[in-house]
């Protein structure tokens, strides 16, 4: 391989122009990041200190790093950016190189005429994004947007502006690698590979760079140390290219998790010249298929994804950055928080279109893991102006870059072209046009769907989030996918999630506060009020305490201090979430998949996030673990009716069933045993339904269960009016043992919390409920500090 890398990662010289702060900052780094890492500014997630962050914005910050070449060869020298927040001016040896002015793009520069031996000089000036932001708006005019309208003139992570869960830190940096390339000869890019039909037909394509005459090489490719192929390079317009088809034999395939193995490839590109190979690349790569079913199922059209020819019922979340200062986000969180989905039972994470295109680190742990992905692009909640040629263009740079860097990994199965907008466009007043266009369709239905069929049809390309197509409103819900918002940002209780008949459900969500040892990281004991200054920054919805508090008193009743508050609000959003995706899984494949809103949190915050900012799980997501259970147990409540159904998203079992009710105080009302139960493949089996009297009902709560020869699937249903019929003391008793803690109880015992002496939440199973008659038992030495619903109310 003939190319030489020399890193310029590591310690630069860093300051403001204004020379307040003069430091070595880390790259890969922010300058956010390095103030808070060197005490030169205070944390910001705590208190209010977000807002002392605003004074940085303006500034314009320069990076400076002198290296030596120690021997000059005369070869093509490039000095690459992988990534630059965002407006700069990149200059070697004070020749001027260039400008960036989008984060999201790789920026390269033949520097061959101006590296010298021995020392030299590179600086990076980094201007102030939300001046530059602002500066075109004064030019350009005001569009409709979200939390800062400036934001819709930068290609820049939307996120930093502020969000309804995000702080407002409008970061800036070197944020990715920078290296020079020295090149002899030709180099690959963007190599890939994909299954074309399940008969075994396989594409390889690439391209490649810095060559004069096509003629002179070809590619050659192996999967697992053989060779598959030898390719030749031709030119397509001002690139060149290499692509072939080759069929193979017994292909082992790729499945999303619990269909099958995530098999992976070796799979090798080696550019040839005269017989010796002169760059290679290789990427482990699985082959699949993907396609979207739209077809008329009596009420609408069907959005069902199938993979390798078979329907997947989509169990997901969505996905925001892992870090509102990127430079904060490891790897190690990212495998931590990818590990716990992947426990949790989900198969699919939607990255968010007002976020950042991930982290290889994250793309890979997908592929390895079978969680599948739904890619947005980087455009959210606002309108865009693609009328003015420049941003159209360096919007489908960017769209272009990111597509083919990540077009290899299995685990992406949609592209997608924004978050929100053209629902905006129909029901929010953003409704400006130029030339009859809606701002940002053309990128949307035009520009990225062509571009998408062009450099990767191994996928289906979406025109945004929600959308629907077929003439309908892009928020229907008879087609396409829904963001179901009624719930919650729109005041309605819950239980309206069952009147829902969307077709896929890719955002639908419920508030929760973090956990309570997050809170203490934010806020002293002093500042722990429901509706504090601090409380308040740290939930950035408009009325989001507010709601947690019509939410928490409509099933409970007013909390009666700020734990309380802490532990209802936790326990609220999980029976929420609960009685929706039991909802739409009741109805597969007329609703074929539910991602809810979030997974994952950017700062320490009041959110919809099942995981909070220190990876600590809330409520949601021990019950996430369960009601995405690829075998379930549910028990459905119309008035008085009760139905049991059995849940399988596997391959036909057999068991037996059983269902108990019993009052608050512990009394049986029913309990019915069902033997000999078989459930087809991928089914919805109804089992049974019977009628119990509202008295009764008020008074109650179910658990349901089903017992194959390999494990017991349980659930329950709380059907009881907790607000007027308060939960009575379980009397939970707790022995240990050697290594070994025994929990059982004499009444029943909801929302049972189980917590270290020291207050760490214990992350193996919690917030369940326990029946009489039942025991729990978990494998630890630690004393356990346990407490239930009734300890909170």
């Known amino acids: 391989m003939v190319v030489f890398i020399i890193s310029l990662n590591g310690e630069w010289k860093v300051y403001d122009t204004e020379k307040e702060f003069e430091l070595f900052g880390n790259v890969p780094g922010t300058i956010q990041g390095d103030l808070i890492e060197q005490n030169l500014m205070p ?7 977000e807002k002392l962050f605003r004074k940085l914005e303006n500034k314009t910050w320069v990076y400076e790093k002198t290296f030596f070449i120690e021997k000059f060869e005369k070869k093509t020298y490039f000095l690459v950016f992988e990534g630059i927040d965002t407006v700069s001016e990149i200059y070697l040896n004070d020749i001027y190189l260039g400008k960036t002015e989008n984060m999201f793009l790789t920026y390269r520069y033949d520097i061959s005429s101006f590296l010298k031996e021995g020392e030299n000089k590179v600086k990076v000036i980094i201007h102030s994004a939300t001046e530059y932001a602002k500066q075109q708006e004064k030019i350009y005019g005001k569009l409709h947007a979200t939390e800062d309208s400036t934001r819709v003139y930068i290609r820049k992570a939307q996120y930093s502006f502020g969000w309804d869960w995000g702080a407002r830190i409008v970061s800036c940096g070197i944020y990715k690698n920078v290296y020079i390339e020295e090149l002899s000869d030709g180099k690959l890019k963007y190599t890939t590979a994909f299954l074309k039909d399940l008969k075994g037909l396989v594409v390889f394509e690439g391209y490649v760079e810095n060559i004069n005459d096509s003629t002179k090489y070809e590619v050659q490719v192996l999967m697992n140390g053989r060779e598959i192929a030898k390719l030749p390079i031709f030119k397509e317009g001002n690139e060149y290219k290499f692509r072939g088809e080759k069929n193979i034999e017994n292909i082992k395939l790729w499945y999303p998790r619990d269909l099958g193995e995530q098999y992976l490839y070796d799979v090798s590109f080696n550019l040839i010249k005269e017989g010796k190979v002169r760059y290679s690349e290789a990427k482990k790569i699985g082959f699949r298929t993907v396609e979207i079913l739209k077809e008329s199922d009596g009420n609408g059209e069907s959005f069902i994804f ?18 509102n200062i990127l430079s904060f986000a490891s790897n190690e969180r990212y495998q931590k928080l990818l590990e716990m989905a992947y426990n949790a039972n989900i198969n699919m994470l939607r990255v968010w279109g007002g976020g950042i295109y991930e982290k290889e680190v994250f793309y890979e742990t997908c592929d390895r893991l079978g969680i599948l992905i739904w890619q947005d692009f980087m455009f959210a909640c606002a309108e865009y102006p693609d009328h003015l040629d420049w941003f159209r263009d360096l919007s489908n740079l960017e769209v272009r870059e990111n597509v083919l860097k990540l077009r290899h990994h299995p685990s992406i199965v949609i592209w997608c072209g924004n978050n929100e907008n053209n629902w905006a466009f129909e029901e929010w007043g953003y409704n400006l046009k130029v030339n009859n266009k809606n701002l940002g369709d053309t990128l949307y239905l035009e520009d990225f769907l062509k571009m998408c069929l062009k450099e990767d049809p191994s996928r289906p390309y979406w025109p945004s989030s929600p959308f629907s ?7 229907s819900n008879l087609a396409g996918d829904t963001h179901v918002w009624n719930v919650w940002s729109g005041w309605q209780d819950y239980k309206e999630y069952e009147k829902d008949t969307s077709k896929f459900v890719s955002e639908f969500g419920f508030q929760a506060a973090p956990d309570i040892e997050t809170i203490k990281f934010f806020a002293n004991e002093s500042e722990r009020e429901i509706f504090s200054d601090i409380m308040l920054n740290h939930n950035k919805q408009i009325e989001g305490m507010e709601r947690l508090i019509r939410f928490i008193s409509a099933r409970f009743g007013l909390p009666k201090d700020f734990d309380s508050f802490v532990y209802l609000s936790q326990l609220n959003q999980a029976e929420a979430i609960k009685l929706g995706v039991e909802h739409w899984r009741s109805k597969k494949y007329k609703t074929s998949g539910t991602i809810y809103w979030q997974l994952n949190d950017s700062w320490p915050v009041f959110s919809w996030s099942s995981i909070d900012y220190f990876s600590r799980p809330k409520a949601l997501y021990f019950y996430t673990k369960n009601f995405y259970s690829n075998i379930l147990p549910v028990l459905k409540q119309e008035e008085e ?25 512990g009394n049986t009302i029913f309990e019915k045993k069902y033997s000999g139960i078989t459930v087809g493949e991928d089914f919805v089996y109804k089992l049974d339904e019977f009628f119990l009297e509202k008295e009764l009902i008020e008074r109650s709560v179910a658990k349901v269960y089903f017992k194959t020869e390999e494990m017991l699937y349980e659930n329950h249903k709380i059907l009881a009016n907790l607000r007027k019929y308060k939960p009575e003391n379980p009397e939970i008793n707790v022995d240990y043992l050697k290594n070994q803690v025994i929990v059982t109880c004499k009444k029943p015992a909801i ?12 992350e193996n199973d919690n917030f369940f409920v326990l029946f009489p008659g039942e025991r729990r038992i978990f494998k630890t030495n630690k004393k356990l500090r346990i407490r239930s619903l009734f300890n909170y109310l």
């Open 43 to 49: 944390h910001p997630y705590v208190g209010l200190n």
């Open 641 to 665: 009716k009760l139905i049991l159904l059995i849940l399988n998203d596997g391959k036909k079992i057999s068991g037996d069933a059983r269902i108990e009710i019993k009052d608050i105080s």
């Open 751 to 762: 929302g049972v919390e189980i917590r270290e002496e020291n207050g760490k939440l214990y």
């Open 469 to 475: 197509g077929k003439g309908l409103k892009a928020n």
């Open 306 to 323: 199938v993979i390798n020819g078979k329907k997947v019922f989509i169990k997901g979340a969505n996905w925001i950055p892992v870090d």
